[in-house]
Antibody, heavy 121, light 106 residues
Framework: QVQLVESGGGVVQPGRSLRLSCAASGFKFNTYAMHWVRQAPGKGLEWVALISYDGSTKYYADPVKGRFTISRDNSKKTLFLQIDRLRPEDTAVYYC??????????????WGQGTLVTVSS | DIQMTQSPSSLSASVGDRVTITCRSSQSISNYLNWYRQKPGQAPDLLIYAASSLQSGVPSRFSGSGSGTDFVLTISSLQAEDYATYYCQQSLSAPITFGQGTRLDI
């Protein structure tokens, strides 16, 4: 079955960097676009970034543009999120999610369990 | 960016009740609307896509309707496992945007 497992979270000081990983299994990873979505403590869901199936196209939410970089290694079935110049407002659980498409509609049909990033001095 | 607004922000209901949650978009999104349920401490899971299509494996007590700017998620007979927070999400255009969530309590 589809499985997404995030890792790399932790407590980090403001201004430092962190790289999150999402290991995929149970499906043909190199045929799916992938997303990162985050959720600050007690808050709602916030979309962060998207990468196409082959890594050629990337989109970012405005609050993270220039600091976050999404990438993927299809040979290792792994998605990444590089977070630079961390800010306290980046504190959140970060989820990776698979994008499924049906004709012109797309939706996030599988999610990982999330990895917590805490930005604090 | 397309803004998504859900109402109510929270509601209380009993097992067996019929529940409706509304989602409104700031501009027409046709039927590019998805619904998710997030149980406490868990990741979200997909319930409905394309406004009214039931995701595989999701119980038939869940249904979605609407088009344009106004959408509704209906739970026909509330079960204990449905106590959660529900989010709508538009997929018409980037950036993807979610509603603020509707918390469903006992």
């Amino acid at each position: 079955q589809v499985q997404l497992v995030e890792s790399g979270g932790g407590v980090v000081q403001p201004g430092r960097s962190l790289r999150l990983s999402c290991a995929a299994s149970g499906f043909k990873f190199n045929t799916y676009a992938m997303h990162w979505v985050r959720q600050a403590p007690g808050k709602g869901l916030e979309w962060v970034a998207l990468i196409s199936y082959d890594g050629s196209t990337k989109y970012y939410a405005d609050p993270v543009k220039g600091r976050f970089t999404i990438s993927r290694d299809n040979s290792k079935k792994t998605l990444f999120l590089q977070i630079d110049r961390l800010r306290p407002e980046d504190t959140a659980v970060y989820y990776c999610a698979r994008e499924e498409r049906t004709s012109s509609w797309y939706y996030l049909d599988s999610w990982g369990q999330g990895t917590l990033v805490t930005v604090s001095s | 960016d397309i803004q998504m607004t859900q109402s109510p922000s929270s509601l209380s209901a009993s097992v067996g009740d019929r529940v409706t949650i509304t989602c409104r978009s700031s501009q027409s999104i046709s039927n590019y609307l998805n619904w998710y349920r997030q149980k406490p401490g868990q990741a979200p899971d997909l319930l409905i896509y394309a406004a009214s299509s039931l995701q595989s494996g999701v119980p038939s007590r869940f249904s979605g309707s609407g088009s344009g700017t106004d959408f509704v998620l209906t739970i026909s007979s509330l079960q204990a496992e449905d106590y959660a927070t529900y989010y709508c999400q538009q997929s018409l255009s980037a950036p993807i945007t979610f509603g603020q969530g509707t918390r469903l309590d006992i």
